[in-house]
T-cell receptor, first 111, second 113 residues
Framework: EAGVAQSPRYKIIEKRQSVAFWCNPI?????LYWYQQILGQGPKLLIQ????????DSQLPKDRFSAERLKGVDSTLKIQPAKLEDSAVYLC?????????FGPGTRLTVL | AQSVSQHNHHVILSEAASLELGCNYS??????LFWYVQYPGQHLQLLLK??????LVKGIKGFEAEFIKSKFSFNLRKPSVQWSDTAEYFC???????????FGGGTRLMVKP
């Protein structure tokens, strides 16, 4: 069974630039999550989708972050404009029921 | 709001030593608890989970954890660690409606051969 795919794996940008991350969940998983993991901390949920609807985006900084999940499969997370404090690993996860399966993450460095 | 605390940030052990990593949570209702592991260069993967029933749960690779409701704890244990257990370990909590996980800050374990 293929796992959760994410791209790119690494991204370096300058502050005020924009960036987008892509996630392809495990086939058949209705629920998709985006987490932010800052160095030295545990992952923090940014947004949760059920199919193509948003379940929880209470911790998403909506002034600069946006996410979509068209057709209930792939998802993209965008940051525009990026700030220095956005440097982190962005993890995508998917689940069928309660167990979440994580992708390898995208490491973002904002200079 | 719920929270998870992992008090040990870094742990260094020699092979064959016993391991116990602490995890405490804050939430007044029913919880589901998880331990995830991240080996160097790999993605997060589930080690074990507690939903209900026997508070002592066994996971992969000889790990186990005990849910003690009165102490709001879910400590991870292994009787004898191996060098290959070197990794970062995260405790996580699922509480209330939905499937949102709240993670602790993680414990970085290094096992010396």
């Amino acid at each position: 069974e293929a796992g959760v795919a994410q791209s790119p794996r690494y991204k370096i940008i300058e502050k005020r630039q924009s960036v987008a991350f892509w996630c392809n969940p495990i086939s058949g998983h209705a629920t998709l999550y985006w987490y932010q993991q800052i160095l030295g901390q545990g992952p923090k949920l940014l947004i949760q989708f059920q199919n193509n609807g948003v379940v929880d985006d209470s911790q998403l900084p909506k002034d600069r972050f946006s996410a979509e999940r068209l057709k209930g499969v792939d998802s993209t997370l965008k940051i525009q404009p990026a700030k220095l404090e956005d440097s982190a690993v962005y993890l995508c996860a998917s689940s069928l029921e309660y167990e979440q399966f994580f992708g390898p993450g995208t490491r973002l460095t904002v200079l | 709001a719920q929270s998870v605390s992992q008090h040990n940030h870094h742990v260094i052990l020699s092979e064959a030593a016993s391991l116990e990593l602490g995890c405490n949570y804050s939430y007044g209702g029913t919880v589901n608890l998880f331990w995830y592991v991240q080996y160097p260069g790999q993605h997060l993967q589930l080690l074990l989970k507690y939903f209900s029933g026997d508070p002592l749960v066994k996971g992969i690779k000889g790990f186990e954890a005990e849910f003690i409701k009165s102490k709001f704890s879910f400590n991870l244990r292994k009787p004898s660690v191996q060098w290959s257990d070197t990794a970062e370990y995260f405790c996580a909590l699922r509480a209330g409606a939905g499937n949102m996980l709240t993670f602790g800050g993680g414990t970085r374990l290094m096992v010396k051969p």
